[in-house]
């Protein structure tokens, strides 16, 4: 995995709020969406997301799915329908 995916928690922050700002905090404050963005298994997952067909698969998963939908609830994630 390229030093890109292995986030700490100022790239996370870079990540979110490039300008700085609240939703970082938020984010960070939050210890569950926290975990969600720091586990190399779920960076994983979103890279593969990517593929043609693999999102809707890992929607599909009872372990990956509640995660995802999780991420995107709190606009961390978008997924187009």
């Not at 979103?46 to 991420?71: H, S």
Request: net charge positive; with cysteine; charged share 20%.
């Amino acid at each position: 995995m390229s030093s890109l995916w292995r986030l700490t928690d100022a790239r996370v922050c870079v990540f979110l709020a490039p300008g700085g700002g609240g939703a970082c905090s938020q984010v960070l404050g939050n210890e569950a969406l926290r975990e969600l963005l720091m586990d190399p298994s779920m960076q994983q997952v979103l890279v593969k997301c990517g593929e043609p067909g693999r999102l809707r698969a890992f929607m599909a998963d009872p372990v990956w799915g509640p995660k995802i939908r999780t991420l995107a609830d709190h606009g961390l994630v978008q997924i187009q329908r």
